[in-house]
């Protein structure tokens, strides 16, 4: 489990690395199968741009771009939006196994009738 931030374009003062290490690690708690998350924080004119890569087990990688006017923002927004879609992929995983449990307990039991 490693985290990698890259700031391009600007001075990471203020500790904007830190608090994207920090929503990056929040990720990796929630998410036990994460490996590997990138933060690219870059700055152009007056958009501040946050990008978060996310890489899982089973070649599952997860990608979320944001833009706004402040960098914690951004940051919060694209970490919300990789969390939503490794969130989604989880549940798809988990609900498709038990639907098909199910159907076969119901096939098994119309073939007892």
Known sequence: MSIEVTVR??????????????????LIEDFPRVEYVHVILDVE???????????????????????SDDMKASIDLA???VERQLRKLSDRSH????????????RQVMKGF
Do not use: F, N, P, W
């Open 9 to 26: 374009h600007m001075d990471a003062k203020g500790g904007i690395q830190d608090y994207a290490r920090s929503k990056a690690e929040m």
């Open 45 to 67: 004119k007056h958009r501040c741009i946050a990008e978060v890569l996310a890489q899982a087990k089973k070649h599952v990688r997860v990608e979320a771009k944001e833009m």
């Open 95 to 106: 609900d498709h196994k038990t639907v098909m449990k199910k159907a076969e307990t119901k």
């Open 79 to 81: 970490v919300y939006k």
